[in-house]
Nanobody
Framework: QVQLVESGGGLVQPGGSLRLSCTASGRNVGIYIMSWYRQAPGEQRELIANTSSKSTNVADSVKGRFTISVSKDLIKNTVFLQMDNLKPEDTATYYC????????????WGQGAQVTVSS
C-alpha cells in the first residue's frame, strides 16, 4: 500500500479556482491508479477523476472545469486536481485515493480536504 498526504482546499467564491495536491509514496507507486473523490454532507462519495499509465478520466459533472494531472519522480507521485469556475454545489470534502491495478486490497485514502464555495 501507498501513503497519501493531501494539501490544498479552503474557502473560495463562486467562479474561483483551487488546486488540490496529493503526494503518494510507497513501493511501486508509479503504477497505482490515482483518483479524486468527493463527498458532500448527506451524500455518497462520488468519483471525480482518475489517472493511470493507460488513461485519464473526468466525471461528466465536472468535465471542462476540473483537470487531473500527475507529476512523478523515482520515489513518489503527486497528483493534482485543478478546479476552475467553482460552484456552490462543488462544496464537499475531497479525498485522494490510490489502488494497485492488479493486486486486490491495496487501496489507500488521503485524509480529506475541505472545499467550500460560497460568497
Amino acid at each position: 500500500q501507498v501513503q497519501l498526504v493531501e494539501s490544498g482546499g479552503g474557502l473560495v467564491q463562486p467562479g474561483g479556482s483551487l488546486r488540490l495536491s496529493c503526494t503518494a509514496s510507497g513501493r511501486n507507486v508509479g503504477i497505482y491508479i490515482m483518483s479524486w473523490y468527493r463527498q458532500a454532507p448527506g451524500e455518497q462519495r462520488e468519483l471525480i477523476a482518475n489517472t493511470s499509465s493507460k488513461s485519464t478520466n473526468v466525471a461528466d459533472s465536472v468535465k471542462g472545469r476540473f483537470t487531473i494531472s500527475v507529476s512523478k519522480d523515482l520515489i513518489k507521485n503527486t497528483v493534482f486536481l485543478q478546479m476552475d469556475n467553482l460552484k456552490p454545489e462543488d462544496t464537499a470534502t475531497y479525498y485522494c485515493h490510490a489502488r494497485h491495478p492488479i493486486i486486490p486490497a491495496t487501496e489507500s485514502w488521503g485524509q480529506g480536504a475541505q472545499v467550500t464555495v460560497s460568497s
